[in-house]
Nanobody, 117 residues
């Protein structure tokens, strides 16, 4: 089982950048066929896929967030990160990192991010 742990500020002001990191243990983020994902759940709403970085470092983003999102990785620290620019209160959510691989998905516990002045 892969263990994932999100970290980052719990409060971000409008127009600023939300930055989160997902620390990974139990697998290398360069493992073939593993895909590293960011997902969020706004209050009272369903899960929303934000984007993915694959084992080969290729990246894909939700079309609705494409202009504001960047996912990167640090192989030396075995972690991957999310940056979401120009946030608004509508970006308030629980943010999850996860890994998808043949046979399943493992999730982090999630971290609450509130956008408020």
């Amino acid at each position: 089982q892969v263990q994932l742990q999100e970290s980052g500020p719990g409060l971000v002001k409008p127009s600023q950048t939300l930055s989160l990191t997902c620390a990974v243990s139990g697998a290398s983020i360069t493992t073939t066929y593993y895909s590293w994902i960011w997902i969020r759940q706004p209050p009272g709403k369903g899960l929303e896929w934000i984007g993915v970085i694959h084992d080969d470092a290729s990246r894909y983003y939700s079309p609705s967030l494409l202009s504001r999102t960047s996912i990167s990785r640090d192989t030396s620290k075995n972690q991957f990160s999310l940056q979401l620019n120009s946030v608004t209160p509508e970006d308030t959510a629980v943010y999850y990192c996860a890994v998808a691989f043949y046979g399943g998905v493992d999730w982090g516990q999630g971290t609450q991010v509130t956008v408020s002045s």
